[in-house]
């Protein structure tokens, strides 16, 4: 696995987004647009669950000082790099490409006369509509209408609209808003989900001098052919399609839209102020720092700003899946491009968004929705960096049936401990140990530590059995996404912004693969890739998490492994036919592990009787999808290697005892 950049304490170096614009949402808590648990902590009538007290306050900010600011502002903390400070310290990381600080907002905000000007005019503008917004919900809460479906209908419209007069800044803090059951009510989420940020292209003209500017000679030495106009056009930039004249070769070039990083420097910086007059309120009541969750939106949005980056995400991309011949990932022309412009390889293909095209282009579509399920869960599961948007317009099929990734701004990274969990949670969801969902809410950083999550655990297994419905073909991420928000709605529950991503990546994924089939089961394909990485995958962390799903109280729990064997054979076609491969891999594990091998002993012999009945009972399952005679040959193939590495082991382990 690569990472973008480098990282400390094998936590990811940056976030994805983070929690959006908190700051201004959470001001509107007062007027009906938040959800109750967030009203409840500015109301002194109204309490929290008695079960679930209100989060602990975060620690001590920590107390470095930086540089001198000789302005301020009524709410804005002395020293702004305090939370930034804290930001970096509990990820854990070091970024050696640093492109934000709350400095740098300072400074681009109030750097010269121009830019305080502009600065404060824009201020003026923002706080102005959303004043007016405000006054809006306030007028509906004194006359007891905050809960009509028709006035709330409007209200939601109103904003989204809002959000794109506003800006780009704006619709990636309502997009974000959009994933946040935590922060935002359902009905609101529902139309905030409908934000695009597509807009009238800007002029060719300034588009053609920054090429020529990133390029730093004529554009008719580098290409042969470049489109007249843009092929799209977003808030951010927009693309054209070219020649490389050297190779003939087709790429495509993204330009940065002229003037909109200080716009959006100025948005953050406004972002802060309300985010400093928060920060104590939000220490006290949420138990999170305002200007940290604006420090975490801002970094993410300024990283998508650097197309430079961008470039590295592509390469990091193209490194992981190299040698995939089932997923395509452009190259990129580092030489080529700047932190404005981008120049990458044109991907020729279907989009996903055109289904009618899909269907008609005589693709193998079950199989190619197979193909985007699994290098999803690789990304999660495997690489730990992820695409962050992979909407069906940034998703391609090609002829030869691969799948191909486009716009690699918004990329995000999981740890290697988080990953773990996640693992964790869909185990012991698959397994029914709500408990131990619960206590996986506790390490995915949902609730605080020590939360008593005794009122939870019913709540869980009624959203899971209501999910879940007859068998595991009536599941989909959509019907528990939303049972999942009802239970946000009623407990203090934060969404961390790695895992609201994340949320938002299998969504849209599921998304995609229902739009070109109404009838797939996104599970059905996910469950045998997690299953098989569980049971075959080299990490010792993950061979010791296989232990602790298939022991518990230390008895062998032979439903758990049926479980595994009966989802992981749930699937069809190629998937079910990966069962005979998870069973070879399995056999060489149990062999190679000697801890997993005497477990497995006992396993058998347990309750001083042999577990025969077990044993049957699982043959019996995986028989209709094992090629036994493939699995033993298999296994034979590399019985030699298994009895010299089984040697090594033992003499090792002869050696080592005293």
Known sequence: MTMPKASCGGLPCSSAYGHAAVGWARAWSRVSLLTPHAQYASSTSTKPPAALPPKPAAQPMSTQTTKHITWTWPGLMPDMRAAYLQLQEETGTCRINQTYSPEAVRQAAFGTRGATLATAGRVATVVLQLTGFAARLAWDRARGLTDGDSVVSLRA????????????????????????????????MNELCLLQDAVLPFPNDQAMRMIEEALGRPMGMVFSFISEDPIAAASLGQVYKAVLRETG???????????VEPTVLRDLF??????????????????????????????????ELDYVQEARNIEDFYRNFQGDPLVKIPWVRKDLSSR????????????????????????????????????????????????????????????????????????????????????????????????????????????????????????????????????????NFRTVTTK????????????????????????????????????????????????????????PSLRSRLIQVLFQGGKFRWDRLQNLVTLAQSGTGAVAADLTTT?????????????????????????????????????????????????????????PSLVRQMALSWSRQVLASP
């Not at 506003?166 to 946040?180: E, I, M, S, W, Y």
């Not at 070769?249 to 003037?259: H, L, W, Y």
């Not at 069906?392 to 990734?405: E, Q």
């Not at 069973?583 to 592990?593: T, Y």
Request: charged fraction near 25%.
């Open 157 to 188: 419209v109103q904003l989204r609209r809002l959000l794109t007069r506003l800006g780009p800044t704006f619709v990636k803090a309502g997009q974000v808003l959009a994933n946040r059951p935590d922060i935002v009510r359902q009905d609101y």
């Open 249 to 259: 070769e087709e790429v495509a070039i993204k330009v940065q839209r002229p003037g």
């Open 270 to 303: 406004f972002f802060r102020i309300i985010g400093g007059l928060l920060t104590r309120w939000s220490l006290q009541r949420l138990g999170c720092n305002a200007e940290l969750i604006v420090d975490e939106f801002a970094e993410k949005l300024l990283e």
């Open 340 to 475: 404005q412009v981008l120049v990458m390889e044109w991907i020729e293909g279907v989009r996903c968004s055109d289904v009618l095209a899909l269907q008609a282009s005589g693709i193998d579509l079950e199989r190619f929705i197979r193909i985007g399920v699994i290098s999803g869960m690789r990304q999660l599961l495997e690489f730990g960096l992820f695409h962050g948007d992979p909407h069906p317009g940034n998703i391609f099929a090609l002829h030869d049936g691969r799948i191909a990734y486009v716009d690699f701004g918004n990329v995000a990274e999981l740890s290697q401990r988080n990953k773990e969990v996640l693992i964790d949670a869909v185990v012991h969801a698959v397994n029914q140990d709500y408990s131990g969902m619960a206590e996986d809410f506790i390490k995915l950083g949902f609730l605080a530590e020590n939360t008593d999550v005794s009122p939870i655990v019913p709540a869980l297994e009624r959203i899971w059995a209501d999910s879940m419905g007859k068998s595991m073909a009536d599941f």
């Open 484 to 539: 999942f928000n009802e239970l946000v709605y009623q407990y203090p529950i934060r969404v961390p912004e790695r895992y609201a991503l994340v949320i938002r990546s299998l969504l849209t994924q599921e998304g995609v693969c229902l739009s070109i089939d109404p009838n797939f089961q996104f599970l059905a394909v996910a469950y045998p890739y997690i299953a098989r990485r569980l049971l075959t995958d080299p990490d």
């Open 583 to 639: 069973v070879s891999d399995g056999l060489r594990v149990v062999l190679l592990d000697p801890k997993l091998r005497a477990q497995m002993i006992l396993a058998l012999t347990e309750d001083d009787r042999l577990h025969v009945k077990e044993v049957q009972e699982l043959l019996r399952l995986v028989q209709p999808q094992l090629d036994i005679p493939q699995a033993l040959q298999s296994t034979a193939r590399e019985l």
